[in-house]
């Protein structure tokens, strides 16, 4: 029983964690995990451009070049 009380002790946030992760897959709730992720992404990205258009203008143009 010692060693059942051990392994609970040492190993508590992995079981913690294996579980919710289990619950969001059976609940299908990673697809709007995914697509808030990459909703803020998009944000960040815009985010960016609009700071840096010269920038992000000279970096497109010598990729295309390149091709």
């Known amino acids: 029983m010692d060693g059942f009380k051990k392994f609970l002790s ?12 289990l619950i969001i897959l059976f609940t299908r709730l990673y697809e709007l995990i995914v697509g808030i992720i990459l909703v803020v992404i ?22 295309i070049d390149r091709i």
């Not at 998009?42 to 990729?63: A, C, H, P, S, T």
């Open 10 to 21: 040492e190993y508590a946030g992995a079981i913690i964690g294996g579980v919710i992760a």
């Open 42 to 63: 998009g944000m960040f990205v815009g985010n960016y451009v609009q700071r840096n258009k010269y920038e992000v203008k000279e970096k497109l143009k010598n990729l």
